[in-house]
């Protein structure tokens, strides 16, 4: 049977930098309370015309340099995101394929809100698992600029773009691969986190285009809570079940979305302070992208090494969530 491992990481964070100050001077809002509500103290904004395909093709191209794998032998590729170059088609994944030169390969992308990079992560493995792929490449990418509301404070002062990317291939051997996946949505909550408008479920007319803008709005307060509850009950989960005791992660790398949400989980599970990874502070919630631009910037300290095991755990609009066991497992 062939396993999936994770090879490599990549991450990409645009320049522009969009700070609490900032924020405190197009809403009503202010630096203390955003950072004592969040921990949140600026965000990364794409350049004008900067796609999020854009950044998926930076994010990607650092991931399959990185892995040691030939660009020809990547045979899927699948992108995480909310905040797509394209409503509808062409899918984010084909763009960035095709600005990589991958022509010949299955190329999708998923809607998982924040949950999209672990989506990706358990479709990728299921592929290789079946033996229907070997090299899968998987992107979080989001220009969540192009969907936020900067007149709404309880939105705009969370959100930010940026773009993840890995290599999971097949292996034989069964120390190198992923340990295991929980994925989950309960759509009775689809109401707490949704765009409203540009789909066809819109209330406006579909000429409409000012009225059709795709803009996030959050029941930030009620989502809070879902999210404490289920991640903590889904990580104790899946650490049960897989008989790993919390003191053997590495390294616990939780959505970025509010540094409450990840200081609840992670004192449930009694992490220590080292085990957890937390980016929320310089790049906001990046959605699909916030986790592997969060392991990716414990690979670029220098801190993520082969054999370390990562409890990877995600929540988002759906409402969705999930988590993972995965041992960093670059090819020796
Ligand atoms: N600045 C100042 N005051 C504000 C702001 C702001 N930016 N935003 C809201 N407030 C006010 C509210 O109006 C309210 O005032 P009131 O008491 O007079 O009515 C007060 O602050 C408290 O508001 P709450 O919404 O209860 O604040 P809360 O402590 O819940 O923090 C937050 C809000 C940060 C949004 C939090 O609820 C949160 O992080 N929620 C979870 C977000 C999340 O995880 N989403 C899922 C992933 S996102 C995705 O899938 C795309």
């Given amino acids: 049977m062939a396993y999936a491992a994770f090879r490599s990481i990549g991450a990409y964070a645009p320049a522009d930098i969009l700070t609490n100050e900032d924020l405190s001077k197009m809403v009503d809002t202010t630096d203390e309370w955003i950072t004592k509500r969040t921990g949140i103290k600026e965000r990364r904004i794409a350049a004008k015309g900067q796609t999020t395909s854009d950044m998926g093709v930076e994010a990607a191209s650092l991931a399959i340099e990185r892995s040691g794998i030939a660009k020809e032998d990547i045979d899927m590729v699948i992108c995480a995101t909310i905040s797509p170059d394209y409503f509808c088609m062409p899918s984010t994944a084909t763009i960035i394929s095709n600005k ?3 022509n010949n390969v299955t190329a999708f992308d998923i809607s998982a809100a924040c949950t999209g990079f672990v989506y990706i992560l358990s479709i990728a493995k299921a592929f290789i698992e079946s033996g229907m792929k070997k090299n899968v490449l998987i992107i979080g990418a989001e220009k969540l600029s192009a969907i936020t509301d900067y007149s709404d404070r309880g939105t705009c002062i969370l959100f930010g773009d940026g ?10 051997d069964k ?3 992923i340990i295991d996946i929980h994925t989950a949505a309960d759509g009775t909550y689809a109401d707490l986190l949704m765009t409203p408008n540009g789909g066809s479920g819109s209330i406006h007319d579909s000429l409409d285009q000012e009225a059709n803008s795709c803009f996030m709005q959050m029941k930030g307060n ?8 289920t991640l903590t009950k ?4 899946i650490l049960e079940q897989n008989k790993i005791q919390s003191q053997d992660i590495t390294h616990f790398v939780p959505h970025q979305a509010n540094y409450r949400i990840i200081k609840a989980v992670g004192d449930a599970l009694k992490l220590k302070d080292e ?3 937390m980016t929320v502070e310089k790049y906001g919630n990046t959605s699909g992208a916030s986790i592997p631009m969060a392991i990716n910037d414990i690979y670029e300290q220098g801190k993520l090494k082969s054999g370390d095991l990562m409890l990877l755990d995600a929540f988002g609009g759906g409402l969705t969530w999930g988590s993972a066991l995965v041992p960093f497992s670059p090819i020796k």
């Fill in 163 to 172: 773009a993840g990317a890995a290599i999971i291939s097949a292996t034989d």
């Fill in 234 to 237: 889904d990580v104790i989960d």
């Fill in 222 to 229: 009620e989502t809070f809570k879902v999210a404490v509850r």
């Fill in 275 to 277: 085990q957890v990874v």
């Fill in 100 to 102: 990589l030169g991958l």
């Fill in 175 to 177: 120390s190198e691969a």
